[in-house]
């Protein structure tokens, strides 16, 4: 069983095809500035790479382009495109629809009723996946939502302190997300130490989330309601007290929906540098001495921390901690600022271990309690591996 896992933005098009029966990645893939007069279209299979420039008016056009590639007799990998037993897609926010579905007007309703919740995400898939349905429904599509892992949290972890029934007419509670990345780290992370661990996965990158993982069930999250709550991102502020809207409001003159957007797109690394959103831009100016980036590497690192603090009380210790994401794989001062001064607690790197590690390795000292990880996350094989499961189950 072959299925083709989406990653989807407004203009774009990324994927990768995996053989479920024992073959692994087969390919991956993706097409960018989808809708302008000439788009670039990519293709990877075992290190080798194929580009080739097309017109791709839309996301339906780009799978049949993409489609073209895998099945193209020089280089592809595939013979016919009806191996495609499904496409998958790591959908975001369906509300009161969660876990592994197949794509029915219902979900994508469900989708449309919190597309404000996640406007970055929401709706680039809600219009790809509609009009895919209509032009290959040929193809079963399958979304697999990153709320279905945050699925076991405890009700005291998942409720606001708001009126009741805010949470029982309109669904406002502690949703979470990044939940394949999660799960991928908790199915990794059994598999390394044994089961019935307590694990905190810290997936950071250009979105960041902390969950806490116990006997390979998330028991706490940082993401709440929305995916821009939680901890600062890359553009997006985080947590914020809600009375600064309305403040901000009567300072500024400016809408809800404005503030809402400034917050967003112009919050968090990016807000508080002024330089940019990406670490690694922040982490150059700081070292040039730029204080405004200095400070917004400490308050993405005092963030992580603190919710790395509430995980171990919550979870009781832990075995281990989890670096994952672009920022929690590569970035090894990043994780040496989020574990300082924590040998009390059992939480001791090896500092050269740190600095040399290059893809999964432990980097923890010998003398430490708890061991510390770097993973490489794969959500698109969570996706995949969820996706042939709904389908062998009919």
Same mark, same amino acid.
């Given at each position: 069983?072959?299925?083709?896992?989406?990653?989807?933005?407004?203009?774009?098009?990324?994927?990768?095809?995996?053989?479920?029966?024992?073959?692994?990645?087969?390919?991956?893939?993706?097409?960018?500035?989808?809708?302008?007069?000439?788009?670039?279209?990519?293709?990877?299979?075992?290190?080798?790479?194929?580009?080739?420039?097309?017109?791709?008016?839309?996301?339906?056009?780009?799978?049949?382009?993409?489609?073209?590639?895998?099945?193209?007799?020089?280089?592809?990998?595939?013979?016919?495109?009806?191996?495609?037993?499904?496409?998958?897609?790591?959908?975001?926010?369906?509300?009161?629809?969660?876990?592994?579905?197949?794509?029915?007007?219902?979900?994508?309703?469900?989708?449309?009723?919190?597309?404000?919740?996640?406007?970055?995400?929401?709706?680039?898939?809600?219009?790809?996946?509609?009009?895919?349905?209509?032009?290959?429904?040929?193809?079963?599509?399958?979304?697999?939502?990153?709320?279905?892992?945050?699925?076991?949290?405890?009700?005291?972890?998942?409720?606001?302190?708001?009126?009741?029934?805010?949470?029982?007419?309109?669904?406002?509670?502690?949703?979470? +997300?990044?939940? &394949?990345?999660?799960? !991928?780290?908790?199915?990794?992370?059994? #598999? @390394?130490? /044994?089961?019935?661990?307590? =694990?905190?996965?810290?997936?950071?990158?250009?979105?960041?989330?902390?969950?806490?993982?116990?006997?390979?069930?998330?028991?706490?999250?940082?993401?709440?309601?929305?995916?821009?709550?939680?901890?600062?991102?890359?553009?997006?502020?985080?947590?914020?007290?809600?009375?600064?809207?309305?403040?901000?409001?009567?300072?500024?003159?400016?809408?809800?929906?404005?503030?809402?957007?400034?917050?967003?797109?112009?919050?968090?690394?990016?807000?508080?540098?002024?330089?940019?959103?990406?670490?690694?831009?922040?982490?150059?100016?700081?070292?040039?001495?730029?204080?405004?980036?200095?400070?917004?590497?400490?308050? +993405?690192?005092? &963030?992580?921390?603190? !919710?790395?603090?509430?995980?171990?009380? #919550? @979870?009781? /210790?832990?075995?281990?901690? =989890?670096?994952?994401?672009?920022?929690?794989?590569?970035?090894?001062?990043?994780?040496?600022?989020?574990?300082?001064?924590?040998?009390?607690?059992?939480?001791?790197?090896?500092?050269?271990?740190?600095?040399?590690?290059?893809?999964?390795?432990?980097?923890?000292?010998?003398?430490?309690?708890?061991?510390?990880?770097?993973?490489?996350?794969?959500?698109?094989?969570?996706?995949?591996?969820?996706?042939?499961?709904?389908?062998?189950?009919?």
């Amino acid at each position: 069983m072959k299925i083709l896992v989406a990653n989807l933005g407004s203009t774009s098009f990324k994927y990768r095809l995996f053989d479920m029966d024992g073959g692994g990645q087969l390919a991956r893939g993706g097409i960018e500035r989808i809708g302008s007069a000439e788009s670039r279209c990519t293709l990877e299979i075992g290190g080798r790479r194929h580009e080739l420039a097309a017109c791709v008016p839309d996301h339906a056009e780009a799978v049949r382009c993409s489609m073209e590639q895998l099945t193209d007799p020089a280089h592809g990998c595939i013979s016919d495109a009806a191996e495609i037993a499904a496409i998958g897609f790591k959908a975001v926010h369906g509300g009161r629809l969660s876990g592994v579905r197949r794509v029915t007007p219902d979900v994508l309703a469900a989708m449309e009723d919190f597309a404000d919740v996640a406007p970055a995400h929401n709706p680039p898939y809600i219009a790809a996946m509609r009009l895919l349905g209509e032009k290959l429904p040929e193809v079963p599509l399958i979304a697999v939502f990153e709320t279905d892992f945050h699925r076991t949290i405890p009700v005291r972890n998942r409720c606001y302190a708001v009126p009741f029934d805010w949470a029982e007419d309109h669904l406002v509670r502690r949703w979470g +997300f990044h939940g &394949a990345s999660h799960r !991928y780290i908790a199915e990794r992370t059994t #598999e @390394l130490l /044994g089961p019935g661990k307590r =694990v905190i996965s810290c997936h950071l990158g250009g979105s960041s989330s902390l969950c806490a993982i116990r006997d390979g069930q998330s028991a706490a999250t940082s993401m709440g309601f929305s995916p821009q709550s939680g901890l600062p991102q890359n553009n997006r502020a985080g947590d914020i007290d809600p009375f600064i809207l309305p403040t901000m409001m009567k300072r500024t003159g400016k809408p809800l929906a404005e503030l809402l957007d400034d917050l967003s797109s112009r919050g968090g690394l990016l807000g508080l540098s002024g330089t940019s959103g990406d670490l690694r831009d922040i982490e150059e100016a700081a070292a040039a001495g730029n204080a405004r980036a200095r400070l917004a590497w400490d308050v +993405f690192a005092s &963030a992580v921390r603190h !919710y790395l603090g509430a995980y171990l009380v #919550e @979870l009781g /210790g832990a075995e281990a901690i =989890v670096f994952t994401g672009g920022i929690g794989e590569n970035r090894a001062e990043f994780r040496a600022a989020v574990c300082q001064n924590l040998e009390e607690l059992g939480i001791a790197l090896d500092e050269q271990a740190n600095r040399a590690a290059s893809g999964e390795a432990k980097i923890s000292s010998p003398e430490s309690r708890v061991q510390i990880w770097i993973i490489p996350t794969n959500e698109e094989l969570i996706v995949a591996r969820l996706a042939a499961k709904l389908l062998s189950e009919g």
